[in-house]
């Protein structure tokens, strides 16, 4: 017999959940909350099928059949953070420029900006993204772009 989907699916993610980016153990059971699941994100919109993603039973559930939030983490100094799963999206119709979060200083731009970039490898490991910091207002626009 070959390989399950999940397998296959949780081969290619590296065994992480897409959604709160931590490890997803192969060997637990599906059934079980932290277990592993396979989430058809986008395939339902327009019949377009996306590629299917790894992730926790609980995650998947959690988002049921709204948008999935992928959360910035409280130790990045952002504000007014643009949802990242909504950018990706909008990026991926329509390649361009998108200001996806204002910080107080460039260190908390760059920290921010490390941190988005190593996300999004994972998240949508198949684009390209950039950014880029920009300072006006008494702060730091981090500007992502495809």
């Known amino acids: 017999m070959g390989m399950s989907k999940l397998d296959e699916v949780g081969d290619r993610e590296s065994w992480r959940c897409w959604l709160c980016d931590e490890p997803v153990d192969p060997n637990m059971s599906v059934n079980d909350p932290r ?9 339902t919109k327009k019949g377009k099928g996306g ?13 049921g059949a709204v948008a999935p939030v992928v959360p910035w983490p ?19 119709r329509k390649p361009g420029r998108v200001a996806v979060a204002r910080c107080p ?36 626009l981090l500007v992502l772009r495809r």
């Open 74 to 92: 409280d130790s990045l100094f952002v504000i007014d953070p643009a949802p990242i799963i909504g950018t990706v999206e909008r990026l991926t």
């Open 105 to 140: 200083s460039q260190a908390d731009a760059e920290d921010a900006s490390a941190w988005l970039l190593d996300r999004l490898s994972r998240l949508a490991p198949e684009l390209a993204f950039e950014t880029s910091i920009e300072s006006g207002g008494g702060g730091f």
């Open 35 to 43: 277990g592993p699941s396979v989430d058809g994100i986008f395939a």
């Open 51 to 63: 590629p299917e993603r790894l992730a926790h039973r609980a995650c998947n559930t959690k988002k």
